[in-house]
């Protein structure tokens, strides 16, 4: 006995450090999606100006938040200029823009940009213009900071937590309530660790919000300028009410833990904690996806519904498991409950039968002399929670499957997107998991059943107990009779625990699983807004040049982007090439190798090699001939590391 215990101690030792690696490898790993993309620039990107542009101005998908520095300008040295203040266009809270300042000459300006999108995600990049004309050699500048790994790291390690505590919290506490577990001691260890828990990673959100926001290292949370905009921000506001609702959320777990377990939860305990999930919910949804973007009512409901139907279902599975963990180590010391010999232990306990379709309640008759079972932990009390749990879990799945549905509609908006869009993928994973946790779900129902079953005893699986209405066990009339057969002690409900107890470990594990790359998506740009950022591409130049841009994928990440084209003067004979690669946060990025090559099939003609080289900051080079006027084919070859490329191809019309 003892040794099970240390090894089931050792064993959630061993499973809460593996969630830590996943959780810290999951954090550092790529640079952050953010969930607003630049839609227009105005000087577009690569446009040569003959005068000053009076302002900069960005277009987003999306309404955006904007920093004391959203704007950095460098001069063709390379040297930063003072701008004005950011502000955004009247009524358009989309766009920013900024006064340009006059008598900065002629040259390459490059412009470096950073914002929050509605939805609380940082978003950045650069881009280039030129007044007069362009600069002969482009300087070495920095543009900042797209993000601190470091403060990534922590803050996805406390955004994982938070939700991982939500659900532990929510659903334990759901289960203690609703499902009325004969024994509710084992979980109050559960529900007060998903309190702290919370509490700590909400903490650890508001104070690492401001350097999450300007791509800082953790220290610059001090910065009483950094503590004031994130306390007066809508994430910083709804981490606050957040951090007010585990106040009174304390109430009522302290309520719950001195309930006693035959006392039914009141109405107002059951109103007051649904408020609390309800509000607690809210905080997300009020500052994630479903805030921004379109049918906001809609989705920030469907949002509320979505969460606290994931936490209902997985928190309450664990509740589950911890029940079970308890009844099958107190076995060898418990056995199956309290005995009563004599004439007047004659009684008869109702079990509780549930499934998708309702539920079944039979009392089963324990007859003068025999052995009654008292409801205890491992009796038909606990049965009768299961059967309680088993159609709460159905309904939830049954909610998380409709807004699942709608929220994958609202983030994709078409079918090409769920193949290429990084969120589409993610997507088409998580989808894979949650089937194979549907799968093992109804694997646990059955056990359910079984378990329902074999607690009643034969008579009740002939058919022949007659129906309780009121679900509750109670006292049968003494003059009940009942056969031998149903007196016979059997192994068999303690074998279906045991059963349940390791369909329901493999539920956990898998669930934990969904919720990571549910946490995952939440942090990915939707397709919706990657596919109209795509769309609205500025695809200005020099003029009277052909410019062509290329989105590339290689599948790991950060390994995603796009290459901007500059055929010049893009007609029929020779041309110049310039080619820019752009990384995952729309800013200049540098790639070990870019080829490209460009082939007329109508004439079988190529394919012709470019010939690019490294100029220091672009690819280019001055010997491209196009002899033939047509729809050309230009592919373009991106390496990104020792061992991951990709080749894309576009079109490109060339005129005589």
Same mark, same amino acid.
């Given at each position: 006995?003892?040794?099970?215990?240390?090894?089931?101690?050792?064993?959630?030792?061993?499973?809460?450090?593996?969630?830590?690696?996943?959780?810290?490898?999951?954090?550092?790993?790529?640079?952050?999606?953010?969930? =607003?993309?630049?839609?227009?620039?105005?000087?577009?990107?690569?446009?040569?100006?003959?005068?000053?542009?009076?302002?900069?101005?960005?277009?987003?998908?999306?309404?955006?938040?904007?920093?004391?520095?959203?704007?950095?300008?460098?001069?063709?040295?390379?040297?930063?200029?003072?701008?004005?203040?950011? /502000?955004?266009?009247?009524?358009?809270?989309?766009?920013?823009?900024?006064?340009?300042?006059?008598?900065?000459?002629?040259? @390459?300006?490059?412009?470096?940009?950073?914002?929050?999108?509605?939805?609380?995600?940082?978003?950045?990049?650069?881009?280039?213009?030129?007044?007069?004309?362009?600069?002969?050699?482009?300087?070495?500048?920095?543009?900042?900071?797209?993000?601190?790994?470091?403060?990534?790291?922590?803050?996805?390690?406390?955004?994982?937590?938070?939700?991982?505590?939500?659900?532990?919290?929510?659903?334990?506490?759901?289960?203690?309530?609703?499902?009325?577990?004969?024994?509710?001691?084992?979980?109050?260890?559960?529900?007060?660790?998903?309190?702290?828990?919370?509490?700590?990673?909400?903490?650890?959100?508001?104070?690492? $919000?401001?350097?999450?926001?300007?791509?800082?290292?953790?220290?610059? =949370?001090?910065?009483?300028?950094?503590?004031?905009?994130?306390?007066?921000?809508?994430?910083?506001?709804?981490?606050?009410?957040?951090?007010?609702?585990?106040?009174?959320?304390?109430?009522?777990?302290?309520?719950?833990?001195?309930?006693?377990?035959?006392?039914?939860?009141?109405?107002?305990?059951?109103?007051?904690?649904?408020?609390?999930?309800?509000?607690?919910?809210?905080?997300?949804?009020?500052?994630?996806?479903?805030?921004?973007?379109?049918?906001?009512?809609?989705?920030?409901?469907?949002?509320?519904?979505?969460?606290?139907?994931?936490?209902?279902?997985?928190?309450?599975?664990?509740?589950?498991?911890?029940?079970? /963990?308890?009844?099958?180590? +107190?076995?060898?010391?418990?056995?199956?409950?309290?005995?009563?010999?004599?004439?007047?232990?004659?009684?008869?306990?109702?079990?509780?039968?549930?499934?998708?379709?309702?539920?079944?309640?039979?009392?089963?008759?324990?007859?003068?002399?025999?052995?009654?079972?008292?409801?205890?932990? +491992?009796?038909?009390?606990?049965?009768?929670?299961?059967?309680?749990?088993?159609?709460?879990?159905?309904?939830?799945?049954?909610?998380?499957?409709?807004?699942?549905?709608?929220?994958?509609?609202?983030?994709?908006?078409?079918?090409?997107?769920?193949? *290429?869009?990084?969120?589409? $993928?993610?997507?088409?994973?998580?989808?894979?998991?949650?089937?194979?946790?549907?799968?093992?779900?109804?694997?646990?129902?059955?056990?359910?059943?079984?378990?329902?079953?074999?607690?009643?005893?034969?008579?009740?699986? +002939?058919?022949?107990?007659?129906?309780?209405? +009121?679900?509750?066990?109670?006292?049968?009339?003494?003059?009940?009779?009942?056969?031998?057969?149903?007196?016979?002690?059997?192994?068999?409900?303690?074998?279906?625990?045991?059963?349940?107890?390791?369909?329901?470990? =493999?539920?956990?594990?898998?669930?934990?699983?969904?919720?990571?790359? @549910?946490?995952?998506?939440?942090?990915?740009?939707?397709? $919706?807004?990657?596919?109209?950022?795509?769309?609205?591409?500025?695809?200005?130049?020099?003029?009277?040049?052909?410019?062509?841009?290329?989105?590339?994928?290689?599948?790991?990440?950060?390994?995603?982007?796009?290459? /901007?084209?500059?055929?010049?003067?893009?007609?029929?004979?020779?041309?110049?090439?310039?080619?820019?690669?752009?990384?995952? *946060?729309?800013?200049?990025?540098?790639?070990?190798?870019?080829?490209?090559?460009?082939?007329?099939?109508? /004439?079988?003609?190529?394919?012709?090699?470019?010939?690019?080289?490294?100029?220091?900051?672009?690819?280019?080079?001055?010997?491209?001939?196009?002899?033939?006027?047509?729809?050309?084919?230009?592919?373009?070859?991106? $390496?990104?590391?020792?061992?991951?490329?990709?080749?894309?191809?576009?079109?490109?019309?060339?005129?005589?």
């Amino acid at each position: 006995m003892r040794r099970g215990r240390v090894r089931r101690r050792r064993l959630g030792k061993l499973t809460l450090l593996g969630a830590v690696l996943v959780l810290l490898l999951l954090g550092g790993a790529g640079p952050a999606s953010a969930h =607003a993309a630049l839609r227009g620039a105005d000087p577009a990107d690569g446009t040569v100006l003959k005068t000053v542009p009076g302002t900069i101005t960005l277009a987003f998908t999306e309404s955006v938040s904007l920093l004391d520095d959203s704007f950095r300008l460098f001069d063709p040295e390379g040297r930063r200029v003072r701008t004005g203040e950011p /502000q955004h266009a009247p009524g358009r809270p989309d766009t920013a823009r900024v006064a340009f300042p006059e008598g900065l000459g002629e040259g @390459t300006f490059t412009v470096a940009w950073r914002v929050v999108s509605a939805d609380s995600h940082p978003v950045s990049g650069a881009f280039t213009f030129s007044v007069g004309k362009p600069s002969p050699t482009m300087a070495a500048i920095d543009t900042g900071p797209s993000e601190n790994p470091t403060t990534r790291g922590l803050y996805d390690l406390a955004r994982y937590t938070a939700y991982g505590a939500a659900a532990l919290l929510i659903g334990t506490a759901a289960f203690a309530l609703l499902c009325r577990p004969p024994n509710a001691g084992p979980l109050r260890k559960p529900m007060v660790a998903g309190w702290w828990a919370l509490l700590a990673s909400t903490l650890a959100l508001l104070v690492l $919000r401001a350097p999450y926001e300007t791509g800082t290292g953790p220290v610059s =949370a001090f910065d009483p300028a950094a503590v004031s905009r994130t306390l007066t921000g809508r994430p910083g506001l709804m981490l606050l009410a957040r951090l007010a609702l585990l106040a009174p959320t304390a109430v009522l777990l302290v309520r719950l833990s001195r309930r006693r377990p035959e006392e039914k939860p009141s109405r107002a305990t059951l109103a007051a904690g649904a408020a609390l999930a309800l509000a607690l919910a809210l905080t997300w949804a009020g500052s994630e996806h479903a805030s921004a973007g379109i049918q906001v009512p809609v989705a920030m409901t469907s949002s509320v519904l979505h969460l606290l139907a994931m936490a209902v279902w997985l928190g309450g599975l664990t509740a589950l498991l911890t029940t079970l /963990q308890h009844v099958t180590a +107190d076995e060898p010391e418990a056995g199956r409950g309290t005995s009563a010999q004599g004439p007047k232990a004659k009684a008869a306990v109702t079990v509780a039968s549930g499934g998708s379709g309702g539920g079944t309640t039979v009392a089963v008759p324990v007859a003068e002399g025999a052995s009654a079972v008292a409801p205890s932990a +491992d009796g038909p009390a606990l049965t009768a929670a299961v059967a309680r749990f088993s159609r709460i879990a159905f309904g939830a799945v049954t909610v998380l499957v409709v807004t699942g549905v709608y929220q994958s509609w609202r983030g994709l908006g078409s079918w090409t997107t769920l193949t *290429d869009t990084a969120y589409g $993928r993610l997507l088409l994973v998580k989808l894979v998991v949650v089937a194979l946790l549907l799968a093992v779900a109804a694997r646990s129902r059955r056990w359910t059943a079984r378990l329902v079953t074999a607690d009643a005893g034969p008579d009740v699986r +002939d058919g022949k107990a007659p129906a309780v209405p +009121d679900g509750e066990a109670r006292a049968e009339d003494p003059g009940t009779k009942a056969p031998a057969s149903a007196l016979t002690s059997s192994p068999a409900p303690d074998a279906c625990r045991r059963a349940l107890r390791r369909s329901v470990l =493999a539920e956990v594990a898998v669930g934990i699983a969904v919720l990571v790359f @549910t946490t995952v998506l939440a942090g990915t740009l939707p397709g $919706r807004a990657a596919a109209e950022a795509a769309r609205a591409t500025p695809e200005a130049g020099v003029p009277g040049a052909s410019v062509t841009v290329v989105p590339f994928d290689v599948g790991t990440p950060g390994g995603h982007g796009k290459v /901007q084209i500059t055929l010049e003067p893009g007609h029929v004979g020779q041309n110049a090439v310039e080619a820019v690669v752009y990384g995952p *946060d729309g800013g200049l990025t540098i790639v070990p190798e870019l080829r490209l090559s460009l082939s007329l099939p109508a /004439q079988k003609i190529g394919p012709i090699d470019a010939g690019l080289t490294n100029r220091g900051g672009y690819w280019g080079t001055d010997s491209l001939n196009l002899p033939i006027a047509g729809t050309w084919t230009m592919k373009a070859t991106v $390496r990104v590391s020792e061992i991951d490329q990709v080749s894309v191809e576009r079109k490109v019309e060339i005129p005589r």
